[in-house]
């Protein structure tokens, strides 16, 4: 999801919620790309470039990454390669106006292929020394609010203690509910946020019981429409008699790859799809009220990161569109919603997984797991230590050089989950640990699924044992992964790409002159497969025999054309003075020969 130039300054220009969203995007530049906006805002928000220039004096990567610079730049030196993507980033997202004159060249540089290295641009050196890096206005105004607002959150937390006192003291008839009107703690909130997803892991591998065998309830209508909208599920195709829109739902092979990534991988690519389906109904419909819960839902989001987790807000602190927001990723497992209090007062509690969503995003992005955190590390240590672990979230992995895997879990999610790209069949189950083996078939069954060798190497290494991660902390490994078995996984996977299949269509040729005629214009066309001139028969894409055929007819006609006035044999004059044959040539058809539709293999 990219947002257009005119959106992102809207964020900027909000008045109450505006100051946070300029805070989220300085958060997410490099280091001097967050000391050039701090020293722009306080400057008034514009100051040559020259001079910027030495604020990173200091700031030089090494020496081949200088001669790098200097070459791509055409000359233009003192510009280290951090900069460069510092203020690439800075105008990406609207936090200035235009780039300097030498960094727009080092990017024509670096787009065009066919350049010559003695092109320099005239009005470089001309504007370089008047040119001034100016801070957008609205982002200009954002940053300064923030800088000198006193507010620690974006909205007023909540007493919640007073809200239950006044419950307690309250002559209303006590409520069946006591103890939903606690506030939550901080493990509460993340139990809370783990038991929505697992029920969404439940729906996608299709259990309906957990790990002591009761039901499991299953996800919202709005998320299950979620999983058909990223293609984690789809109708079963094998479905018979019945329609599509009552066939049952199963998973797909990007239903198995989102299984084995990390909660904020998976929260994070949820809510893309969620921001990508307002946009896109806001552009389809016009609709001005799904703009206004894009922007608002935005600026939620991106307010969320500046909360703190187990604290309370009072929700009439929202407008209705972040409401009616907040309700949705309520049922994500993002937020926890409840009513305090004798007059039911509506707070809502940031969990975890939302203060970190947007600092995790880029990892997310980028393909790297999330951090785990020193709470985490904490809580899973505490967990293994009891042989029946309480919460079932937690998994510890041991893989051993001779390709066993050791599982500390008691979730029936995670059994199937390791099963993916281990051997089914040997499958050992303790009250709180299960065996693998990881085999050569097991990896080949998760590469047909779609799953790639990086995405088990990175779930391995996620939910390893954390005495395993210490220990590669400390030194004393090299990695909680045995080096033989990522090797070996990395090798079987290189096994799956070696051949290549293409579909082609066979034709064969009646002369060495059609032969080659065909060949070459199959080269002229990229339609050329492969080809055997002795037995005059060739191979072309399948996609284009249909061309290929229609020129070997035309071909062939001219070629009939030619031999029937060479064959010729005595004629009578006509009146005209045209001559007539009593014997003409036979005209041969031009699809004599038909063609049949092979598959080639090919090696790499």
């Known amino acids: 999801m990219s947002l257009p130039a005119a959106s992102i300054l809207r964020l900027y220009a909000d008045a109450e919620m505006g100051q946070y969203a300029a805070r989220a995007c300085l958060q997410r530049l490099p280091e001097i790309g967050r000391q050039y906006v701090l020293r722009l805002a306080v400057c008034g928000g514009v100051f040559p470039w020259v001079e910027m220039q030495s604020w990173s004096s200091n700031r030089r990567n090494d020496v081949d990454a200088d001669k790098n610079t200097e070459n791509n730049s055409g000359g233009i030196t003192g510009v280290c390669l951090e900069v460069i993507k510092s203020l690439q980033d800075m105008r990406s997202l609207r ?64 007493n919640v203690n007073a809200l239950v006192q006044e419950e307690l003291k309250s002559d209303k008839k006590p409520s069946k509910k006591r103890r939903d009107t606690q506030p939550p703690t901080t493990d509460e909130l993340e139990i809370f946020t783990q038991e929505r997803w697992d029920s969404v892991l439940h729906y996608l591998v299709g259990s309906d019981s957990d790990e002591q065998g009761g039901a499991v309830s299953e996800p919202p209508e709005n998320v299950i429409d979620l999983l058909l909208q990223t293609g984690l599920m789809q109708p079963d195709p094998d479905a018979r008699h019945v329609s599509k829109e009552r066939a049952p739902l199963v998973i797909t092979s990007r239903g198995y790859e989102f299984m084995l990534q990390n909660l904020h991988a998976q929260v994070w690519q949820f809510m893309r799809q969620y921001l990508g389906t307002l946009e896109k109904l806001s552009k389809d419909r016009n609709n001005s009220n799904c703009n206004n819960i894009l922007h608002e839902a935005l600026l939620f989001v991106l307010s969320l990161s500046f909360c ?60 790297s797991a999330a951090p785990t955190s020193a709470s985490a590390q904490r809580a899973l240590s505490n967990a293994l230590s009891n042989p029946y672990p309480k919460n079932s979230s937690h998994l510890a992995i041991i893989v051993q050089t001779n390709f066993q895997l050791a599982a500390y879990t008691t979730s029936p999610l995670h059994v199937p989950m390791i099963g993916l790209f281990c051997r089914v069949d ?69 096994e799956s790409t070696r051949v290549v299949m293409d579909e082609v269509y066979t034709l064969q040729c009646k002369t060495d002159a059609e032969f080659e005629a065909t ?86």
């Open 95 to 158: 936090i200035i106006e235009r780039l300097p004159p030498s960094i727009i060249a080092i990017e024509r540089r670096s787009t065009l292929e066919n350049i010559n290295e003695s092109f320099e641009d005239s009005n470089t050196a001309q504007s370089e020394s008047d040119f001034e890096v100016k801070l957008t206005k609205d982002y200009y105004e954002a940053i300064q609010r923030s800088l000198s607002s006193l507010r620690p959150t974006p909205w007023p937390k909540a």
């Open 519 to 604: 060949k070459q214009y199959s080269i002229d066309n990229n339609a050329w497969g492969w080809g055997c001139e002795i037995k005059r028969r060739l191979m072309v894409k399948f996609n284009k025999a249909e061309d290929v055929l229609e020129f070997v007819g035309k071909w062939r006609i001219r070629g009939t054309a030619g031999t029937t006035v060479a064959v010729g044999g005595t004629g009578k004059k006509s009146e005209d003075g045209s001559s007539k044959s009593k014997k003409g040539g036979r005209k041969r058809s031009s699809g004599g020969d038909s063609g049949k539709q092979t598959k080639r293999m090919k090696e790499r």
């Open 308 to 367: 703190r987790v187990g604290d309370a807000y009072r929700a009439s602190s929202l407008t209705k569109a972040s409401r009616t927001f907040m309700g949705d990723i309520a049922q994500f497992g993002l937020v926890m919603v409840r009513k305090l209090g004798p007059n039911g007062v509506k707070v809502f509690f940031p969990t975890r997984v939302s203060v970190n969503l947007v600092a995790a995003a880029s990892g997310v992005i980028g393909g």
């Open 426 to 494: 040997t499958c050992r189950r303790l009250p709180n640990m299960v065996f693998y083996k990881i085999t050569r078939d097991s990896i080949k069954k998760a590469l047909r699924l779609g799953i790639d060798a990086a995405q088990i190497l990175s779930f391995l290494r996620t939910h390893a044992h954390p005495y395993l991660r210490q220990l590669s902390v400390n030194g004393k490994n090299d990695g909680p992964l045995p080096g033989n078995v990522q090797d070996q996984i990395l090798l079987w996977e290189a």
